[in-house]
């Protein structure tokens, strides 16, 4: 996750509610999600991807927090991760959308 946007973010939520992202900061959230999810599609088993699958949980409630503690609109993309991902500590939540995303 890019800690440095996530903490800009958080610093403007002290001073205005609720919050609008800029367009970069949009995109940069989106390239980050690519990111996240182009290296589970490039795993090469549900082992493996651990890692990424972790980053991606952390991911998911960052943008569930700004969205539902911060009324930030979210993209449909990212508002769709936020709800399929609910559960990424849930392994065979987990598991389904590594299916998911590998199919």
């Known amino acids: 996750m890019n800690a440095l946007l996530y ?3 958080e ?3 002290r ?3 609720p919050i609008h992202l800029e367009a ?3 995109q940069t ?3 980050e ?3 996240i999810l ?3 599609k490039r795993s090469e088993s549900f082992e493996d991807a651990q890692s990424q699958l972790d980053e991606l949980a952390l991911f998911q409630s960052v943008l569930a927090t700004l ?7 979210l993209t449909p993309r990212m508002r769709e991760l936020v709800r399929a991902f609910d559960r990424g500590d849930d392994g065979q939540v987990r598991r389904h959308y590594y299916e998911a995303l590998k199919a």
Do not use: P, S, T, Y
């Open 7 to 9: 903490i800009e973010i």
């Open 11 to 13: 610093r403007r939520l």
């Open 15 to 17: 001073d205005e509610f």
């Open 24 to 26: 970069g900061e949009v």
């Open 29 to 31: 959230l989106e390239n």
């Open 33 to 35: 999600m690519d990111g």
């Open 38 to 40: 182009e290296q589970i």
């Open 67 to 73: 969205c539902f503690k911060w009324a930030v609109n």
